[in-house]
């Protein structure tokens, strides 16, 4: 009896079981999906209002100064053609911002000089990052004797007053807009080499590099695969630093007289040639360009802190 009521049981089981035909693909829950790595930096990003409210101003800026010279052509480089044009006139329709004192459009200038500030700024910023990355990445994982010799020479370099070696060096060489771009590359890297170093240190003496180097793997395959990915955030975020102070330090050249050669000219010429006309009360020949050359430098430095807590590794969901 006691077996004939199991196998009652068994059949009744098999034949609740489901089918071929009932069965359908498991939908994953919402709450359980992977979201990408790069939607959750973008949402850290977003998150910082300021930081998006500068990658629009920034944007807006770089986009006009390439753009606004075709869509508002004017004169900026021959000052023959300005001897009908009032000198230091007040804004007007005909010349939105004013004139300077040489009698060019002040609107169409700001963006003229803006182009060669930011395309300097930019280029001399990638390379700073450039050649800091590689100098301080192999000194800190190299360490011993290579990092001891590698950090004495940095100490030396850090030693130079920045600004005073770009001026002796520009005195002696000249201002060409190549050599500034160079110079100014090849001189701001040294603290950046530094941060990145330290990175490359803690980095080597972790578990995983320790693990790897076991595993037989060569040194430019661990800084490829694990310094370089875990040192991005401070990478970047000194990269976009690097832009800021390579356009700081074109604009102090600039205001000393040693900025690009006429007939270009950049944001620290202008204001410059500007700081001179304000006391005769020819405020719209600094306060504009004034105002959007530190909006420009505050946007990059807000970038840059928003980008270090989008590669943040702590602030990334699991």
């Known amino acids: 009896m006691t077996e004939q009521i199991s196998s009652e049981i068994l059949h009744e089981a098999i034949d609740r079981l489901p089918t071929s035909r009932d069965v359908r693909p498991a939908i994953p829950k919402t709450d359980d999906e992977i979201i990408p790595l790069w939607r959750q930096r973008l949402a850290i990003f977003s998150h910082n209002k300021l930081a998006v409210a500068s990658v629009i101003f920034l944007f807006i800026v770089t986009a006009s100064c390439y753009l606004v010279p075709w869509l508002h052509p004017t004169n900026q480089t021959n000052q023959a053609a300005t001897f009908n044009i009032p000198w230091n006139q007040p804004p007007s329709w005909a010349h939105p911002l004013g004139t300077d004192s040489s009698g060019f459009d002040e609107l169409g200038r700001i963006f003229y000089g803006g182009e060669y500030s930011l395309t300097l700024g930019f280029l001399s910023g990638f390379i700073t990052i450039v050649i800091g990355t590689v100098y301080g990445m192999i000194s800190g994982f190299m360490a011993g004797f290579t990092d001891t010799v590698m950090m004495r020479i940095l100490d030396a370099f850090l030693s130079i007053p920045y600004l005073f070696l770009l001026i002796t060096l520009i005195s002696i060489f000249g201002r060409s807009t190549t050599f500034l771009i160079g110079i100014i590359g090849f001189s701001l890297w040294w603290g950046n080499a530094r941060i990145i170093r330290g990175d490359a240190l803690l980095i080597?003496?972790?578990?995983?590099?320790q693990a790897a180097t076991a595993m037989g793997a060569g040194k430019m395959h661990i800084i490829r695969r694990h310094v370089f990915p875990n040192s991005i955030s401070n990478i970047v975020t000194v990269a976009t630093f690097?832009?800021?102070?390579?356009i700081l330090f074109l604009s102090a050249l600039g205001f000393l007289g040693l900025g690009i050669q006429t007939p270009q000219t950049?944001?620290?010429?202008?204001?410059q040639a500007g700081s001179v006309q304000i006391q005769n009360g020819y405020w719209w020949e600094v306060f504009p360009l004034a105002t959007i050359f530190i909006l420009v430098v505050v946007s990059i430095n807000y970038i840059g802190d928003a980008l270090r807590d989008a590669f943040e590794v702590r602030l990334i969901e699991r």
């Open 266 to 271: 950049d944001w620290g010429t202008m204001l």
């Open 242 to 246: 690097s832009v800021a102070d390579a």
């Open 204 to 209: 080597r003496n972790l578990e995983y590099s």
